[in-house]
Nanobody
């Protein structure tokens, strides 16, 4: 009933920028929190940034001042603007939504992941 689709990953040089987008669609009543996680080779998945329905944000210490999360509640879309990218930002980035559905109730939904590679 809920589909999460993300895009915007790719290859970028250190110091460059990327903008990730993620849109949720389906029988949605409310999206409480939307955010981004990432998983690098040899590491566990970690929270990058998220935002609740009223605009409260949460960032990993490693990305504060470089990444910015934003959200369009009309479009059910969340964005991650990534600036001053570093090689250690290389990971698969996953979109996540805490979604209240019209029929099935509240649940967690994940995108398919998009690869971000920062390398010269």
């Amino acid at each position: 009933q809920v589909r999460v689709v993300e895009s915007g990953g790719g290859l970028v040089q250190p110091g460059g920028s990327l903008r990730l987008s993620c849109a949720a669609s389906g029988s949605i009543f409310m999206i409480y929190t939307m955010g981004w996680y990432r998983q690098a080779p040899g590491k566990q998945r970690e929270l990058v940034a998220d935002m609740d329905s009223v605009g409260t944000t949460n960032y990993a210490d490693s990305v504060k001042g470089r990444f910015t999360i934003s959200r369009d509640n009309v479009k059910n879309t969340v964005y991650l603007q990534m600036d001053s990218l570093k090689p250690e930002d290389t990971a698969v980035y996953y979109c996540h939504g805490d979604v209240g559905t019209k029929i099935m109730g509240r649940g967690d939904y994940w995108g398919q992941g998009t690869q971000v590679t920062v390398s010269s």
